[in-house]
C-alpha cells in the first residue's frame, strides 16, 4: 500500500524567505513523487516529479525537490517566496503499475509581507 | 492551462434531480480520470478510462455513474445525490494509464447538493 503524509496543513513566510513544505511518503516499492499546486478557483497543476532520475528535482516557479530514499522524503523548497506563491500544494505518490495516484491532505502556503 | 475543460464550473443540485458534469481534453491523451475533493481530505480518486475503457471504480457509489464515450470526453452522471456528495469534481487526463505519467487537471467544477 502506498500513502503519503504532509506535515502542517498551513504554512506562513514572509515574502522573500525560504520555503520548505514537507512531504513523507510511505512504499514497499520504488515510488513516483509529484508536487501539485492548486490556487484558488482552479485545478491542480504539476510543479514537478521525481521518476527514479536525478534525486534532485526541478521544477517551474523555482521550486525544486529531494528525493531522499533513507528519510522517505520528497520535501518541496523554494529559496526566496513571492506573493504569488500563496496557494495549497499537493503531495502525490504512486508505486503500481497504473496511474493511480495517491494524494496527501494538502498544506495551504501563506506568504506575508 | 486550458487543456482540460470542464462544465459547468458550479452546480446547484436538489437530492431529486438529475444532472451531469462534462469534461474535455485537447491534450490528445488516452487515460482519464474523476476525482472528488472535499474540504480537509485527500483528493480521492473516483474512476479511471483507458482508451474509453473503465479501469477503475474506487467504490463510488451507484448514484454517480460515469461515461467515457471517446478519449477526449469524460461524464459524470449524477442522480439522488446526497449532501455529502456536495465537493470540488476533478477531471484529469495523462497520456497513458501509467504510474510514471503526469495528469492534468482541468479547474473543476464545484458541486452543492441542497
Known amino acids: 500500500a502506498q500513502s503519503v503524509t504532509q506535515l502542517g496543513s498551513h504554512v506562513s513566510v514572509s515574502e522573500g524567505a525560504l520555503v520548505l513544505l514537507r512531504c513523507n511518503y510511505s512504499?514497499?516499492?520504488?515510488?513516483?513523487l509529484f508536487w501539485y499546486v492548486q490556487y484558488p478557483n482552479q485545478g491542480l497543476q504539476l510543479l514537478l516529479k521525481y521518476t527514479s532520475a536525478a534525486t534532485l528535482v526541478k521544477g517551474i516557479n523555482g521550486f525544486e525537490a529531494e528525493f531522499k530514499k533513507s528519510e522517505t522524503s520528497f520535501h518541496l523548497t523554494k529559496p526566496s517566496a513571492h506573493m504569488s506563491d500563496a496557494a495549497e500544494y499537493f503531495c502525490a505518490v504512486n508505486t503500481g503499475t497504473a496511474s493511480k495516484l495517491t494524494f496527501g491532505t494538502g498544506t495551504r502556503l501563506q506568504v506575508t509581507l | 492551462e486550458t487543456g482540460v475543460t470542464q462544465t459547468p464550473r458550479h452546480l446547484v443540485m436538489g437530492m431529486t434531480n438529475k444532472k451531469s458534469l462534462k469534461c474535455e481534453q485537447h491534450?490528445?491523451?488516452?487515460?482519464m480520470y474523476w476525482y472528488k475533493q472535499s474540504a480537509k481530505k485527500p483528493l480521492e480518486l473516483m474512476f479511471v478510462?483507458?482508451?474509453?475503457?473503465?479501469?477503475e471504480n474506487n467504490s463510488v457509489p451507484s448514484r454517480f455513474s460515469p461515461e467515457c464515450p471517446n478519449s477526449s470526453h469524460l461524464f459524470l452522471h449524477l442522480h439522488t445525490l446526497q449532501p455529502e456528495d456536495s465537493a470540488l469534481y476533478l477531471c484529469?487526463?495523462?497520456?497513458?494509464?501509467?504510474?510514471?505519467?503526469?495528469?492534468?487537471f482541468g479547474p473543476g467544477t464545484r458541486l452543492l447538493v441542497l
Open positions: 491534450l490528445g491523451h488516452n487515460a
Open positions: 484529469a487526463s495523462s497520456a497513458r494509464d501509467r504510474s510514471q505519467e503526469t495528469q492534468y
Open positions: 512504499s514497499s516499492v520504488p515510488p513516483y
Open positions: 478510462y483507458n482508451f474509453k475503457e473503465q479501469t
